[in-house]
């Protein structure tokens, strides 16, 4: 297992910075400003009720930086917070991880989440040595669907029924990069 690694400098506008407790009032007033939006895809913003809630995960996330079991991060652009991205489901035995993401309303359509996923994956893989990361998402969830297709991801099929989301099963579309063909410097367009 590698050792956790810091601040993820992406280009001049946009930095992954490890959650921390001391950022919980900026991340809540981000969640809870885009609530609605944001609950449509993931479950996560319904266990958000305080700026408690945020602390308290944050401190977990960095419990888990620390002891490389995860790795979360807050997507700043420009220095604020515009959502939060992340390696998690860490498999060290097999070298593999899931990579989870999400922005809020007004930083969507930029490609944002574009670029962290890819520099993302580009540590993952050169400085984590891991071989195999997944993308999950709700099938119907086409933006972020979009976002594992320009970055060459490829579609492994489905998985049914395989998130609880409002009462519902929702089928999960499946992406999949190996090392050996990750192209980090490829097009975003």
């Known amino acids: 297992m590698k050792p956790a690694t810091g601040d993820l400098v992406v280009d001049s506008e946009l930095s992954?910075?490890?959650?921390?407790?001391?950022?919980a009032r900026e991340m809540f007033a981000l969640i809870d400003a885009h609530r609605a939006a944001l609950t449509e895809w993931v479950t996560w913003v319904d266990a958000t009720f305080s700026v408690d809630d945020v602390r308290r995960y944050a401190?977990?996330?960095?419990?888990q930086f620390e002891q490389s079991s995860g790795f979360e991060y807050s997507v700043r652009e420009n220095g604020v917070i515009a959502g939060g991205i992340g390696l998690y489901h860490l498999d060290w035995a097999?070298?593999?991880?899931?990579?989870?993401y999400w922005l809020a309303p007004a930083a969507r359509g930029r490609g944002l989440i574009t670029r962290a996923a890819r520099a993302l994956t580009t540590r993952a893989f050169a400085e984590l040595n891991l071989h195999r990361l997944e993308i999950r998402c709700v099938v119907e969830n086409h933006k972020s669907r979009a976002v594992a297709e320009r970055l060459g991801y490829s579609s492994e099929g489905f998985l049914k029924e395989a998130y609880l989301l409002h009462g519902r099963f929702r089928d999960l579309a499946l992406y999949a990069m190996l090392?050996?063909?990750w192209k980090p410097r490829?097009?975003?367009a």
């Open 59 to 63: 401190s977990f996330a960095q419990s």
């Open 94 to 100: 097999s070298r593999m991880g899931h990579v989870g």
């Open 179 to 181: 090392r050996e063909r």
């Open 186 to 188: 490829a097009s975003i």
């Open 16 to 23: 992954l910075v490890p959650r921390r407790p001391d950022d």
